[in-house]
């Protein structure tokens, strides 16, 4: 039934795509030259290719459409490809062959996630088949990418609402695309919500693929699969037409396997939008800094960096050793590259810990944000036109496997129905003037204020929850992986591998808002004095791997039958402690 109803673009959990004829580019020679690793490859390979013409934009897409078809059965990162990407590249070949470069992103393949609109053959439905087959103009931020000669080369799965809809689902699962999984280890989970993002572009599905964020959706999958990943600050990028949770702390940023190509991403799509009001509160007018002017080695250099070290205590037992570990020796390796190292403690992180009132700022946000973005579609084909209606297609719609998947996030005990009022009732107010506190003076900008320090340092894991209150950004940069005699643990389903040998895991730089240049170029320092990334390989089932595929396939199966520990994510474990449960929060760090 599902084959029938969706197009050969379309490259669900369960859907075979045989229509599209893909010469076997990847590992190849053009040109008598080899063709670059799609897993390694970064822009500036790229472009000195298609600069010498050793190979085109047209080339680059077909190498990337296979390397997706290759995969994607086995971790249904991709939920569609572009169908008109061939001709969209054959117009960046043409205008380069007369001298038109449009950016430096000209002509390169990016994917973005399925919550970004694009106003064309392609669907935008944030995981679910509620907004299948709806229309809608260009997000802003496809309009830049476009601008800038890139190739929109498909969308990614992602978990269904980013996270905003179950208590028990898992990471990167969506009606719509099925389960992601991550390719370092059988089965992993790949977090959430940008999962799909996060495994694509660490496995070369393309150059870099966009995400978004509420509170964790790109740090927790840049961490688990071994990327850096830039959350902006709120307002840096326009998120007009980009499917919302809440306009106080929603970002789109990139998500890449270098920070020089996660800058050159960022530099592309940061600016004003009349149509998003947040960014004008951009600094100086709207200009955006030179992001590659930030990328210098000797950063660290008289810099002062705190470590927030009363969130590491008081989530001890949330870090498992080997990330604490690996934590001590970067700020060890930071200290020796010319930083001054200091304590940055937030100081309202226990208080804020017992404190509910991030759920009913995102609850209120949620319920009109959302009306707002299903009023703008062209075409609503299933009539959804606020977080009720959606929530009852959800309830009646056998594929979106509901009540195995809750609506709890919606309509339990502190779902954004129940709670009845949105961002415009007087209630608001003081709700979002505790998280502001929470993340400002007790939190990430108090930290950075009290002790005059330009970044605060966190292991990825625990980063996310507290600069997403006051929309502050924060950069990830792979820091290291779990060791080979690691006992895999598995999530509260019992479907995914928690941790395990091989999974990666990421040191954090947070910072002021608007901060991301300095940002950028601490973690370019740290980067560039580790090259983390390059110790391990992904360990994805693929043509020339064939041995591994059905393990690959069945391998969470194995492991219960192995009677293998079951052990939650860190964030539900500290949930279930407040008496919250479940993933609710979006999931909170998204993990």
Known sequence: MRLSLLPVALLGAVTTVTALTIPPYTG???????????????LEELAAGLESGLFTSVDLVKAYTARIIEVNSTLHAVTELNPDALAIAATADGLRANGTILGPLHGIPILIKNNIATGDKMNNTAGSFALYGAKQPDSTLAKKLRAAGVVILGKTNLSQWANYRSSNSTNGWSAYGGQVTAAYYPGQDPSGSSSGSGVASSIGLALATLGSETSGSILSPSDVNNLVGIKPTVGLTSRYLVIPISEHQDT???????????????QTIAGPDPNDNYTSAIPNNGTVPDYLAALKYESFRGARIGVARNVLEIWAKYTDAPVAAAFETAIAQIKAAGATIVDANFTAFEAWQNDNNETLVLNADFLANLKTYLSELDYNPNNVTDLASVNSFTHRFPAEDYPDRDTAVWDGPQGALTQGWDNTDPRFWAAYQANLYFGGEGGILGALERTNTSAVL???????????????????VPMGFYPANWT??????RTLVSSGPNVPFGLSFMGAKFSEAELLGYAYAYEQRTMHRNEEEERVCTRDWVERCGEFEDWPRVLRERGTPVRMGWWDEMKEEKGEGGTSKEDMAET
């Open 28 to 42: 190849t020679l053009i040109k008598g030259t080899q063709f670059p690793s799609l897993l390694d490859v970064d």
């Open 252 to 266: 789109v940023g990139p998500m890449a396997r270098t920070v020089r190509d996660a800058a050159y991403l960022l």
């Open 458 to 476: 966190l292991p990825t894991q625990l980063s996310p929850s507290i600069p997403a209150l006051v929309g502050s950004p924060v950069v990830t």
């Open 488 to 493: 895999v643990t598995m999530n509260r389903r």
